[in-house]
C-alpha cells in the first residue's frame, strides 16, 4: 500500500476520531472507552486495506480501494443514499434538467435486484413495453443481484445508438426475458393536457423535473380553468416516478389555498410545508380526480397525499410505490456529493407511507391491461394524443359528470 495515501487516511480518520473526543470528553470518564473503539475501528480498517493491496490475487490500486469503502460505508444505509463522483453529480444535475442518454427508467434496490418503479413516456424504455414492478434481474449479461443502484445506472446509460441488453423477470411470465434497447437522448417533456369531453381537462405529468410547476400552471391557464370553462380535471400521476421536492412543493401550493402539502422530519430538524393564497390557486367547485398506480412515487406520492389528506379532490387508481424519504445533495471537496437520505417525509394527516403506499379513495384497475409490446408503434402514439380511449381516464370521466349532474341539483 502507497504509505503516503496509508498516512494520510489513518491521520484523516484519526482526526474524525478527534473531533469525538473533543465534543463528547467533558462528560466524563465512562466515555472515554468509546473513542477507544474508533481508534481500534480505524486500525482494521487500515490494516484491511493494507492486507488486500498486498495480497489479493489481482492487482488493486490504493485509490480504488479507497472509493469502494466509501461508496459501499453510504450505499449500505439505504438504496437510495450513494457518494457521487464529480462525473455522477453533473449526470443527475443533467437529468433534473429533463435531458439525459440512456434508456428513461427510473429504478431502485428491492430484494437484492433492480426493480423498475416506472418508465418515462417516449423513451426507449417506454416503447420497448417495460413496466412497473419488473426486475432486472441482468444487464448486458452480469447479475444486478450484488450491484448497487448507482452502478446498475452507469451500465443502463451510454451514448445515442449504443445497443444494452437487459434480463427482465415479470410476475406472470414462465422464466425471464431478455430485451435489447437501444440508448437515445432522453428529452422528457414533464406535462402533456388536453379537453375532453367539451369542459373536461386532462392533464399528464411524468415527472418533477425543473421547471414541472411552471409547464403545469400553463397547461391550466391555457385551458381556461380560471375563466370558468373548466368544470372537473383529471391529473394523471400514474407511472411518475417523482423527482424534486422543490416541484412537488409547488405543484402542490398550485391545487391547495391552504393547509399543510407535507411534512419532513430528519434527525436534526422537522419542517412542515404549508400551501399559500394567490390568484391562480385551484378553484373551489371544479371537480378534481388523480390517477396514481403502483408507479406513481415519492413526489407524486407527495401531491397525491396532499390532495387526498385536505380533502382537495379524489384518489383513483391502484396503490402507490411507497417511498417516503428525502435525499439532500451534500457537495464534497473533490467535486462529488454524498446523495443522503436526511429525512422522511409524511403526508399531511401524519402518515409515513414508506413500503405501505397511498391507498386511493376509490381502487380502480383496468379489466383490460395491454403491454407497449402489444401495441404498434402507431397504436401507442395514438393512446397517448388520445387519453380519452383508456379504460381509468374514462372511469374518471364518469365519477366528474356524475359529480357535477349532483351540484347541478343542488
Known sequence: MNKDLFKTLLFALLIV????????????????????????????????????????????????????????????????????????????????RGQFGGLGIEITKKD?????????????????????????????????????????????????????????????WDEPRNIELIRDIIKVKSVRSKIIDENILYVRLSGFQEGSSKELEDALKRSGLYEGKIKGVIFDLRSNPGGLLSEALRIGDIFLSEGIIVSTKGRRSSQSYKAGKDKFDFPDGVSLIVLVNQGSASASEIVAGAIKDNKKGLIVGTKTFGKASV???????????????????YTPAGNNIEEKGIEPDIVFKPKIQVTQTELSPEEIVKRRDHPELDETVKFALSLIKGANQERAKE
Not at 485509490?63 to 462525473?87: C, G, K, N, Q, T
Request: no cysteine; hydrophobic share 35%; charged share 30%.
Open 17 to 96: 476520531g478527534g473531533v469525538f473526543v473533543i465534543k463528547h470528553g467533558a462528560q466524563g470518564e465512562k466515555q472515554n472507552s468509546r473513542p477507544e473503539s474508533i481508534y481500534d475501528r480505524v486500525n482494521l480498517l487500515t490494516e484491511v486495506m493494507k492486507k488486500v493491496s498486498d495480497n489479493y490475487v489481482k492487482e488493486v490500486s490504493d485509490e480504488e480501494l479507497l472509493m469502494r469503502a466509501i461508496r459501499w460505508m453510504v450505499h449500505s444505509l439505504d438504496p437510495f443514499s450513494a457518494y457521487m463522483s464529480p462525473d455522477e453529480l453533473k449526470e443527475m444535475e443533467t437529468e433534473t
Open 112 to 172: 437484492y435486484y433492480i426493480l423498475v418503479i416506472s418508465p418515462i413516456e417516449d423513451t426507449p424504455a417506454w416503447r420497448a413495453g417495460i413496466l412497473p414492478g419488473d426486475r432486472i434481474i441482468k444487464i448486458n449479461g452480469e447479475s444486478t443481484r450484488d450491484m448497487t443502484l448507482s452502478d446498475a445506472v452507469k451500465k443502463l446509460r451510454g451514448p445515442k445508438g449504443t445497443r444494452v441488453v437487459i434480463t427482465v423477470e415479470r410476475e406472470g
Open 327 to 345: 435525499q439532500t445533495i451534500i457537495p464534497l471537496s473533490d467535486g462529488g456529493a454524498l446523495r443522503l437520505t436526511t429525512a422522511h417525509y
